[in-house]
């Protein structure tokens, strides 16, 4: 392994989501009366953990791992992921983009973006003509890994 790196949000952004996930989990309850029908909405605390746990949570980490094989950038529970041979990468800059173009993973002009936060990236140009925009904490030393071919 060449180069190993972990980008996660701040503690901050960690407890604004958990904020609004507990919006959304008391806000109708208090709104019906508090808990008036003699019952927690089990099914709405169920649903609201879940779609923290499996939509939201896995996007606040990603690590990116160069080897002399292959590239990989995932998320923290291991997927969703990218891989790239590293015979399928032609070239690469690094470059910053907009907040406003989101985190995740989006479709941008000419491939895709997987970022969890910040505005520096790296583009990676492929052999079949597409680009990975990946963003990263870390753009001169995943640069200088993938400037490393042995």
């Known amino acids: 392994m060449i180069y190993e790196n ?4 701040s503690k901050n952004w960690k407890r604004v989501f958990l904020a609004v996930c507990v919006v959304f989990l008391l806000g109708p309850n208090v709104i019906a009366g508090f808990f008036a029908s003699k019952g927690v909405s089990w099914i709405l605390i169920a649903a609201v953990l879940v779609i923290y746990f499996a939509f939201i ?6 690590t990116t791992v160069v080897t002399f094989e292959h590239f990989e950038f995932r998320f923290a529970y291991g997927w969703p992921r990218t891989r790239l041979l590293r015979s399928e990468i032609l070239s690469h800059e690094i470059t910053q983009i907009s907040g406003w173009v989101g ?4 479709g941008v002009s000419g ?10 990236c790296v583009e990676i140009r492929k052999a079949n003509g597409k680009r990975l925009v990946v963003g990263t904490n870390d753009p001169e030393g995943l640069s200088r890994a993938l400037n490393s071919y042995s």
């Open 6 to 9: 972990t980008q996660t949000i």
């Open 57 to 62: 949570r896995p996007f606040m980490s990603a």
């Open 103 to 106: 985190t995740g993973i989006r």
């Open 111 to 120: 491939g895709w973006l997987w970022r969890v936060w910040g505005r520096s």
